[in-house]
């Protein structure tokens, strides 16, 4: 047991800040630290750097553009990444459908795919959830016909984020309806959104920002070629996907980023007599999510570094489950207490300076406008990816063996 | 003591509720919100014919001399419907000052105008160092001949881009901090050397920034009372809001407890999982206990004691807040994606719960501001 | 609606307190002020004092000795009484014994027992729980045999409260274990503890307390005579004694003294540079108990003021279940705030002055001392009188119809 | 980094639990607990067996050299046992105070002492008015000659009243809180002037009250390091005591899950209802939260950079409490009344880990300070 980085990982995290320090455009590096999501072309622009440095998929296999390091090496990069802050690889290229391709895909699927998806030269969106079908997955209705060397799909995708932005989507679709089990006759997909027929329509979340969309699919044919893994068999894929879906999910260089630049803020923020900060009760609640971050910083290097036993012991690690439920719950707390810090002046709705600005930028200060739409539109936090009550669904029959 | 509604105040809510049900569906709303004012003008209307514009006022003064229990009533029946009118502001806030800080005359002149719908009012307090201490003002009155220059900015005065008069907290004396010297003008709206910038609040209401740039006043402006005035009215606008969170609360938990009959997933009604069942008992224990403290809160309005009234208007402010946050925070999270969108009432509960809480003070202003003076229960 | 207390009641409330001042004795005053039960004698005297006033049962029917008086002036004296604080009359004896007996004793029982239930000359228990009857009381087991003019009861019941002091207990016991259903075939029997065949063992809880008992019962004879209500009907009984259970629960009053002492407390508590009370984050946690104790005060008056509607509905007050759940609760937390306020001298075991000093006074503080065996002890109020989780199952079936 | 034991720590691991299966039923601890000393000299000699009463010490001073991995170890499997004997007190915290503060003579002298098990050492520190404050010391130490004579009173001596030595704080200088001026002492319990009251504590331990009557102690009996030491010293043991109460949390957990899965209510095990399920995942997420805090802890015992080391001890202490918490209310809560009593192990681990919880500073008192200190992430 050795529980302290070697030198050699603490050299990586020095090369690393040193190298996004040189990279990260300027007006990038702002609009992440402001709390905003990046433009698209920033996400492209931003992947394509680290695609070209070799650090977009490190944890993809060698052959795939991947690199041969521990999962602590992995943890370092993404851990800067995010507390740079600077844009993440992009989810759905990098950690959902790259591995799935890798595990599942053709070799022309990997030849063809793979150097697309690390450097975002395509940019995928997940066609899971449908409006009947959303922690009970499963349940889908969204079907594909095979009809030559086509399959026409008929039905609705929903809660599909960034679609508007999206070249191709994979998906989940019912190939055999007459299944014996709900699990069986899903097929996985993938296909191009410029085919006829699909059509998107934004679905504005209640923080006014355009995140997510409904994906009507209207007899799109999508060439037989484009389905991973057999035929009937993609609830493995799904699976797959899910599966690899948590420790990312902590969040955890995100929330310290987010951490440290609020004590900035409220070392300034009015607060009639003094600065928000020095107000002890708002700094020990401060300090008390840090302390939970922590922990869950410590329970993330735990998870990763059990990450090849994991693999031989075939059953994920107890504790990977406490990262999707604590990291949410922890990146919820810190939007509240930024809520806290902004006060009345938190009552004025953000400027978006992407869309036609409604407000105008000097009413409140930027930060205080954006912390309750920041706070409405975290509370998705513990609904996707597998509800928090989902997870708990999960443990207890996991490791409790309730 | 007795927590019935008598006959009238059935029949107030009734008709209000019956008013909200016709004139309020979802797509109403939206429409109303997308207005250039954000409210329906049409509805204001309506509120003038049931009476409600006039309630709080003296008979005397063309009012119906109603109290903080039908204020209540209809708050609550306003926070269920997220009605989007400047009831509040104009009622209950700008109604208050008139009531307790102007004089007969002002009153003759201003309230019948309120009751029929005519005039607007909106409170200019806030300003962006304050916070959320009544007693934090920079914003300066000096006196000119007879009347007053008032100079200085006031930042999300709730309704203030369509109010037609703006009571306005100054400084005529004293330290930006001081309890003494804070005055209270009433100022109409397109007097010189006012400027609004209407803008738009989380919640999708609206409010002003407005700057006061040597707006000359009569003496007739300055209402009497001082800081103990604004504390008074803020005190009243806490109950009716603790009421409208009630109103939101209820019709939150209604909506919730039907999507759990009817949602389903792994075949059957979400509502038979024992974890979601004992989210919404709890969501039931808290909107309870925050029904208690807007009764609390109705009973404190009209207390004359003010520290007594502070004091439990702080704990009513704790109370509410804690419940509205859960309740509206479980709404979304027992709903899952859908109340997460625009479409949907369940996200909207959340967000106006969300604004009602950070108005007046938020839940730690309170609480310290309470455990500073020595707590809820104080030796007799 | 009229949400203050009357001129009459608020006189009412300065007869009861002014009463209580002259009539409490003082060594019963000191020992509930330390937080320590009373002991039996203790006990005794004081609800015979209550009884002579004609305030040990209010609530009951006035020709068995209540008073005509409303809710509220009844919960004005149950909170004066707890506030003070002095013994509260003892609950199994006049909660809920009493109330059965009135609504389903015969005559010959309501002579006999309810004067003796009232002034404390019969002590009762309750027999209800078993070791596999807890939240699933309607499972219970044990058994009466009807013989002749006698039942033979045969079981065991345990959480036996204050056994080692009843003259008497009230039991469910099986009569027909062929009936239908669980809740069918049970009677509500009258037991003298001194029949032959009861036997008493303690059963000492985590702080050390003697409180609660299991009683074994071996080919105990009870006359018919005793047999409550129906026969097989006991259910009835039981229901009945459940129902009535709830409103005390809240123990608005007990909690407001607990509160009122500690505040007294921490402020002579040493507490390094300054007294307890003088760190803002303890302070803003009491603060925070009391504003939920208060609205808990109010929705118990609410209960209270609609309990004559109640009657005619046939249902609880929705807010009822929120009395024993939050009062529990506010209960457990003033225990933990103790807990804090004592600091490492709380970690001494406590000194009672009743049993064999296990330790000698002075090692700490009294108060110090049993903080901690308080938090342990007040534990129990979640799961006892229906758990936290059976009130959540009850207001989900009967308020939200699910 | 590495989170696996090597061989070593696995023998020792396997090895300790073995012992303790053997020795450590719930019946023959409750013989111990009632014994004189309320632990097993027996035991206590089986771990002399084991080696590990020399585990911290340096092999040239007689011990193994084992480092805070190993202490983290041996404390767990302690805690999963709720054993009873002085391990903390006199291995982890005298041994502490040994190892940093005391000459190589003592050192030889003491140490295989300590390690074949013949001396047992307690840390006398807290007095009345210190709370959980290390500077705050009000016992006396005054030259006298080449010695100094000790006056004071110090309570809440965990195993105070068994150990041959006691390790005493006191004050050469300064006022009372002064961060200066404090020094540690090394003094047989049998010294004249020393008078011990032994008590029980809260989870039915021992610990003593300890009086200091004009003790006169030799030049040597002052150890080196004065305040710097003793918050090493601290820290160390908070790391032993995090340990502890991860092996509390996790055989409390076992415990509960088993009762879920055995335990009849409604014709079905308890554990087959949803809001049990998930409140036994939350416990399972909040042990995992504890246990990686404990290995922080470990990792932190031996940082040289003073701040940064009480920095992260400080945020240890608060998780660990948290969960601790957590976890012992709910192994309550969920078993029902058969964890209210004496006669089963659960409630024993709520009153191990409420002490636990209260030892060296309770959640406020760290979360307090970590807060002014800056918090846990401090700029790089």
Redesign the interface.
């Known amino acids: 047991?050795?529980?302290?980085?070697?030198d050699e990982?603490r050299a990586f995290r020095q090369e690393v800040r040193e190298w996004i320090d040189a990279n990260l455009p300027a007006d990038t590096r702002e609009r992440m630290a402001s709390g905003r999501t990046p433009t698209k072309a920033m996400q492209v622009d931003w992947q394509k750097r680290l695609y070209d440095k070799g650090w977009a998929v490190p944890h993809w296999k060698v052959e795939w553009g991947g690199q041969p390091w521990s999962a602590?090496k992995r943890f370092i990069l993404s851990e800067e990444i995010q507390s740079t802050p600077a844009p993440t690889p992009l989810g759905f290229n990098c950690n959902m459908l790259g591995p799935v391709l890798i595990a599942f895909g053709t070799e022309e699927q990997k030849k063809h795919f793979l150097p697309k998806l690390a450097s975002l030269d395509l940019w995928f969106c997940q066609g899971f959830?449908e409006p009947?079908a959303?922690?009970?997955l499963a349940?889908l209705k969204c079907a594909a016909k095979k009809e030559g060397d086509h399959y026409i799909v008929n039905g609705q995708k929903?809660?599909t984020t960034l679609a508007q932005h999206a070249d191709w989507i994979f998906l989940l679709v019912r190939t055999d309806p007459g299944a014996a089990k709900q699990q069986e006759g899903i097929s996985f997909l993938l296909v191009d959104m410029k085919t006829p027929g699909i059509t998107v329509r934004p679905?504005?979340?209640?923080d006014?920002a355009h995140e997510v969309n409904e994906v009507f699919f209207d007899d799109v044919k999508v060439p037989v070629a484009n389905l991973v893994g057999t035929e009937n068999r993609g609830w493995d894929c799904a699976k797959f996907l899910l599966s690899n879906e948590r420790t990312g999910q902590a969040r955890v260089g995100a929330s310290?980023e987010r951490?440290?630049r609020l004590?900035l803020i409220a070392k300034e923020a009015?607060?009639?007599?003094r600065p928000?900060m020095d107000?002890?009760?708002?700094?020990?609640?401060?300090?008390?999510v840090?302390?939970?971050?922590?922990?869950?910083e410590?329970?993330t290097?735990?998870v990763l570094?059990?990450e090849n036993r994991q693999l031989s012991r075939g059953k994920p690690n107890?504790?990977s489950?406490?990262l999707k439920?604590?990291g949410t719950e922890l990146q919820q707390a810190i939007s509240e207490l930024y809520?806290?810090a902004a006060?009345?002046?938190?009552?004025?709705?953000p400027n978006d300076p992407e869309a036609d600005g409604?407000?105008?930028p000097d009413?409140?200060q930027d930060w205080q406008t954006l912390a309750?739409?920041t706070?409405?539109n975290w509370?998705?936090q513990?609904?996707?990816g597998g509800?928090?009550?989902i997870?708990?669904?999960i443990?207890?029959k996991a490791?409790?063996?309730? | 003591m007795d927590f019935d509604l008598s006959e009238d105040q059935r029949l107030l809510q009734d008709s209000l509720s019956k008013l909200l049900k016709d004139k309020y569906g979802f797509e109403q709303r939206k429409g109303y919100m997308a207005s250039e004012t954000g409210w329906s003008r049409d509805v204001w209307n309506a509120y003038a014919e049931l009476g409600l514009l006039g309630m709080p006022f003296a008979e005397d003064d063309g009012g119906l001399g109603y109290g903080a229990v039908e204020t209540m009533i209809v708050a609550e029946q306003m926070g269920r419907s997220l009605a989007l009118e400047p009831f509040i502001t104009t009622v209950v806030m700008g109604g208050g000052f008139l009531r307790h800080g102007a004089t007969a005359e002002q009153r003759a002149d201003l309230v019948p105008k309120i009751a029929e719908g005519k005039l607007l009012l909106a409170f200019a307090h806030t300003e962006v160092q304050s916070r959320f201490d009544l007693h934090d003002v920079a914003t300066s009155a000096k006196k000119d001949g007879d009347g007053w220059v008032i100079e200085g900015r006031k930042g999300v005065v709730v309704h203030g881009d369509t109010a037609d008069m703006l009571v306005v907290t100054a400084r005529v004396s004293g330290a930006r901090r001081d309890r003494d010297g804070i005055e209270v003008f009433l100022i109409p709206a397109d007097a010189k050397g006012v400027s609004r910038r209407g803008f738009k609040t989380s919640d999708g209401q609206r409010a002003a920034d407005i700057t006061f740039d040597a707006v000359k006043v009569d003496a007739a402006a300055k209402l009497t009372g001082g800081l103990a005035l604004v504390e008074r009215v803020a005190d009243e606008t806490i109950a009716a809001l603790s009421a409208e969170a009630i109103g939101c609360m209820e019709a939150a938990k209604d909506l919730t407890i039907d999507y759990l009959k009817t949602r389903k997933q792994f075949g059957r009604a979400i509502g038979s999982f024992q974890s979601l069942q004992h989210r919404a008992a709890e969501m039931m224990v808290c909107l309870e206990q925050a029904r208690s403290m807007a009764m609390l809160a109705a009973m404190m309005a009209s207390e004359t004691n003010d520290a007594e009234r502070r004091r439990n208007m702080r704990a009513v402010k704790v109370e509410i807040g804690r419940n509205a946050r859960f309740v509206g925070q479980q709404t979304v999270q027992m709903h899952g994606g859908i109340a997460m969108t625009m479409e949907y009432a369940g996200g909207h509960y959340l967000k106006r719960l969300t604004v009602i809480e950070n108005m007046f003070g938020d839940m730690d202003h309170h609480l310290a501001a309470l455990s500073e003076e020595g707590g809820v229960f104080v030796a007799a």
């Open positions: 047991m050795e529980l302290r980085f070697t990982e602590i959830s009947g959303g922690s009970d349940s929903t809660w679905i504005i979340t209640i006014g310290k951490i440290r004590k009015p607060g009639g007599a928000v107000d002890p009760r708002f700094r020990s609640r401060l300090t008390d840090e302390v939970q971050l922590k922990a869950l410590m329970t290097l735990r570094a059990d107890p504790a489950s406490v439920i604590r809520v806290m006060g009345p002046y938190g009552l004025a709705a409604r407000n105008e009413i409140a309750q739409a706070y409405f509370r998705k513990s609904i996707y509800s928090t009550e997870q708990k669904n443990m207890a490791f409790l063996g309730l």
